[in-house]
């Protein structure tokens, strides 16, 4: 049972336009929600974070945004750059420090 | 700089041989740390729970007797995969809570073990 969704495993986009990452959930009892960024053979690293009681928060070129009704969330990065070409993970948080990750989005951005 | 490293990066071994990972909180605490296991094109998934001088709270489907934990300190985690075969080869993340604490803070992973079993 896949409770964290991101249904598409590839994106693609030119440098300076705005990437859109989504990633949908099931579980209403999920607190935050977080986007982590990922390169190949390194760990995950932390973007930004959501708690359940927002609906946007903003960190410099990135924004999340969560729609709590539909249980929806996304992450925005204006503008893109190559080096933001990575593995985005999104992931929430119910009881504790558990999280649970989506399958990741592959963004790439070119020049 | 990275605040929780794991080692070793990479394992190359021949089937039936029990391979041990470390994960270490460098400048922090850690009385929690998380093992997570990902498949090619696939999610994180959680395997156990790492719990400083408690056992380990294991996922379910996850065998114990295959994957043992060991907390031994407040800066480390270890996973032994026993008896490994290829169908363990995977890559193996280890993760500890930001040493703020709180639901919403950010867990530090470490870069990973690519484990590979011939």
Known sequence: DQQVKQNSPSLSVQEGRISILNCDYTNSMFDYFLWYKKYPAEGPTFLISISSIKDKNEDGRFTVFLNKSAKHLSLHIVPSQPGDSAVYFCAAVTSGSRLTFGEGTQLTVNP | ?118
Request: charged share 20%.
């Open chain 2, 1 to 118: 700089g990275a605040v929780v490293s794991q080692h070793p990066s990479r394992v190359i071994c021949k089937s039936g041989t029990s391979v041990k990972i470390e994960c270490r909180s460098l400048d922090f605490q850690a009385t929690t740390m998380f093992w997570y296991r990902q498949f090619p094109k696939q999610s994180l998934m959680l395997m156990a729970t790492s719990n400083e001088g408690s056992k380990a709270t294991y996922e379910q489907g996850v065998e114990k007797d295959k994957f043992l934990i060991n907390h031994a300190s407040l800066t480390l985690s270890t996973l032994t995969v026993t008896s490994a075969h290829p169908e363990d080869s995977s890559f193996y993340i280890c993760s500890a809570p930001d040493r703020t604490g709180g639901q919403g803070q950010p867990q530090h992973f470490g870069d990973g073990t690519r484990l590979s079993i011939l």
